[in-house]
């Protein structure tokens, strides 16, 4: 007999995603939290993609504590004295049943654990899980706490301990860690006036913007972003942690230099900080995945490295909610058979590879190294602005030249060669299309 | 080594009006007593490159004079940067602050 079916252990996207199928299904369920309300201890840039919800939490738009919807999207590329941007927007985004969203993590978390306890999970905050406790062939039965007596066993445990996953390291379940497989976030809120943001941004009502930086990061390899919630914008950096670390340049200068781009500090002019955060993303895809599904246990979100971070798409809570689903779903299959093995728990692999989870990984395993490769951080947007600037220059009497040309010369300026253009484009071509 | 990280650290600069000192207290952490993260300052007098200075996004790790580390857990955000850009064997011991310690991000 174990104390409870399931435990879940973080209360995160990932694992109140897992409670709520779980416990729907009549399990027995405990949700264990180490900080002291669902959200605390997460931070990320601000956009939430929650399609995945309209089963699980139908009309969520209606209830879920959303900052703004974004109507409009841009990819800005940065040099440091130069600005291009591609900029996209939708009125459809701005109605049910929309697409993206800002919002606080602290706010959405507490919101979703709420429909896991609504479900009849048991949420435990304040708790940390220190250990796995496993039997004499090895499977996981239980975990233990740091409370007085806090052994709890279980027939699955599901671990969405999120980036550090101690639990999936423990168990053995990656292979190996890279520091080149993360990045670091580090995010200040500002405040600012809505009336500001609206003027700033050209939207209004709950209508908001979604801007992903590429170049701004001050020669440390990463990337940028900037969102806007209702009296707040993020704004921030993620930097490859290797290249941080050799560059010798310190997060928050970072964040000051993309403060202060021309392009960036009229959008940020006067936001009075309200917060500094920071935290992890793993970064790398398919290439540091861990094994997900072992006896007694499951692996969802961020623990399992199922976040998708590929340059244009920052996308770990739409990943992190559906694969803690399926880890639910899954768990009380497994019970329901009374299989708890690989194979009795292998619905949840089937759930992840048939759907976008893995789908997407597998479409853009190329990009994350890609986006982040010296040529394309360094080199490409001096090349794209110098060209876009060359284009809307007018340099009378001269005539305007050709395309052509002005390619050439500025791929030559920027110092890059034509074979490697070649093989990039089309490595992009194979890695986005 | 680090000139201005170690600049940084000692006489706070300010850019944007704001001390880094002024810049961790917008976030708040419960502090709990016993250090969860350890870092032993004997393996790190060994150390030249130093990766923790420049990455932790605290500022926590603080080179002396002596050519040692002082670290101090208090305003740590639990990111894990240290450990993995670390690649010292037993430089650090990482471990998360006892349940419902440590760093709390504020719902609106
Ligand atoms: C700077 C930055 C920007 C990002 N931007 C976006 C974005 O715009 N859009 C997007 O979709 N994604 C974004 N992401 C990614 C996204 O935040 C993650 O993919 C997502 O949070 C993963 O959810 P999770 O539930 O797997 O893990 P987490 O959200 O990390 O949740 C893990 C939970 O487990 C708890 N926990 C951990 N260990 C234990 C333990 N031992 N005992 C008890 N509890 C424990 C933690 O306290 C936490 O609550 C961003 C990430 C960062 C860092
Ligand atoms: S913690 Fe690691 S990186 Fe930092 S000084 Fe010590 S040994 Fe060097
Ligand atoms: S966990 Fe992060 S914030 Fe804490 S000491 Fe390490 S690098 Fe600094």
Redesign the pocket.
Same mark, same amino acid.
């Given at each position: 007999m174990t104390d409870v079916d399931v435990i879940v252990? /973080?209360? =995160?996207?990932? /694992?109140s995603c897992a409670a709520i199928t779980a416990a729907r299904a009549g399990l027995d369920v405990v949700l264990?939290? &180490?900080?002291p309300f669902? =959200?605390s201890? %997460?931070? $990320? /840039? =601000?956009? *939430? $993609?929650p399609r995945i919800l309209d089963d699980l939490i139908p009309n969520w738009w209606e209830e879920a504590p959303v900052q703004r919807w974004v109507t409009r999207r841009s990819t800005m590329l940065l040099t440091p004295t130069q600005a291009l941007t591609v900029d996209f927007r939708s009125e459809a985004w701005g109605a049910p049943p929309y697409n993206g969203a800002t919002a606080y &993590?602290p706010d959405w @978390?507490h919101w979703l654990a709420g429909h896991a306890e609504a479900a009849g999970a048991q949420l435990i905050t304040s708790?940390?899980?220190?250990s796995l406790i496993r039997n004499q062939s090895g499977a996981v039965v239980g975990v233990r706490t740091d409370r007085p007596d806090g052994d709890l066993t279980a027939k699955v445990v599901i671990a969405? @301990? /999120?980036? %550090?996953s +101690?639990?999936a390291k423990e168990a053995g379940l990656y292979e190996h860690t890279d520091a080149k497989h993360y990045t670091l976030? *580090?995010?200040e809120t500002l405040a600012l006036p809505k009336e500001v943001i609206d003027e700033r941004f050209g939207v209004r009502d709950r209508h908001g913007v979604d801007i992903e930086i590429l170049g701004g990061t001050g020669g440390v390899n990463g990337g940028g972003?900037l $969102?806007t919630n209702l009296d707040t914008l993020a704004v921030?950096v993620?930097l490859k942690l290797p290249a941080l670390a050799a560059q010798k340049a310190r997060p928050e200068d970072i964040i000051a230099g993309l403060k202060r781009h021309p392009a960036i500090a009229p959008l940020v002019q006067d936001g009075e900080l309200k917060e500094y955060s920071a935290?992890?993303?793993p970064e790398a895809g398919l290439e540091m995945m861990p094994r997900m599904v072992m006896p007694g246990m499951l692996v969802?979100? @961020?623990?399992a490295a199922l976040?998708l971070a590929a340059g244009i798409w920052?996308? =770990? *809570?739409? +990943?992190?909610m559906a694969s803690?689903m399926y880890a639910g779903e899954a768990a009380a299959e497994a019970i329901r058979a009374d299989d708890l093995g690989t194979a009795g728990l292998g619905g949840y692999q089937r759930r992840l590879s048939d759907t976008f989870v893995l789908k997407d990984h597998r479409k853009l395993r190329r990009a994350p190294k890609l986006v982040l490769s010296d040529r394309v951080q360094h080199l490409y947007p001096g090349m794209v602005a110098g060209v876009a600037e060359r284009m809307f220059r007018v340099d009378n009497p001269h005539p305007k030249p050709g395309l052509r040309r002005i390619l050439n010369q500025e791929r030559k300026r920027a110092g890059v060669r034509r074979r490697d253009l070649l093989r990039d484009g089309w490595n992009g071509f194979r890695s986005f299309g | 080594m680090s000139d201005t990280a170690q600049a940084g650290m000692l006489e706070p600069h300010a850019w944007g009006g704001l001390s880094f000192q002024e810049r961790m207290a917008t976030a708040e952490f419960r502090i709990h007593h016993t250090p969860h993260i350890v870092v032993d300052g004997t393996v790190c007098a060994d150390c030249s490159t130093r990766e923790c200075v420049v990455a932790c996004p605290a500022s926590l790790f603080v080179p002396t004079a002596e050519g040692g580390i002082v670290f101090n857990h208090e305003q740590c955000f639990e990111c894990g940067t240290c450990y993995i850009v670390c690649n010292r064997e037993g430089a650090i011991s990482w471990n998360?602050p006892e349940?419902g310690h440590g760093i709390v991000f504020r719902r609106t």
């Open positions: 252990v /973080g209360a =995160g996207p990932a /694992g264990i939290e &180490r900080g669902p =959200g201890k %997460n931070m $990320y /840039g =601000g956009v *939430v $993609y &993590r @978390d708790t940390t899980v220190k969405c @301990d /999120g980036v %550090n +101690f639990l976030g *580090v995010k972003f $969102y921030g993620v935290h992890l993303i969802a979100g @961020d623990a976040c920052l996308e =770990g *809570v739409n +990943f992190a803690g | 998360y349940g």
